[in-house]
């Protein structure tokens, strides 16, 4: 079965950097476009970063972008989203996304999520 497993959240100071992480397990990882989404409480789940499988990458939004920044190791399976002046509006659950299409079809994976919580 498919698994992709997200750690590397937690808590921290506003100003503060964090890189969360997600392990692919049994897919061709290296074929995959991969993601990294965030939930807060009492909000939808916005798109945060994506990276696709050749590594070419953006972050979704300007408030984001140049304070984050998705990365992959295809040799370890593995994407990262380094996190950097984080502000207490970042805090939500982080979960990661598998996602790629062959043949009319469409696979997509996610992961259980990470909580980042940024306060003083």
């Not at 506003?14 to 290296?30: E, N, V, W």
Request: glycine share 10%; with cysteine; hydrophobic share 30%.
């Amino acid at each position: 079965q498919v698994q992709l497993v997200e750690s590397g959240g937690g808590f921290v100071q506003p100003g503060g950097s964090l890189r969360p992480s997600c392990a692919a397990s049994r897919i061709t990882f290296s074929t995959y476009t991969m993601s990294w989404f965030r939930q807060a409480p009492g909000k939808e789940r916005e798109l945060v970063a994506t990276i696709t499988s050749t590594g070419g990458n953006t972050i979704r939004a300007d408030s984001m972008k140049g304070r984050f920044t998705i990365s992959r190791d295809n040799d370890k399976n593995t994407v990262y989203l380094e996190m950097n002046s984080l502000k207490p509006e970042d805090t939500a659950v982080y979960h990661c996304n598998a996602k790629r299409s062959m043949w009319g079809k469409t696979y997509e994976y996610w992961g259980q999520g990470t909580q980042v919580t940024v306060s003083s």
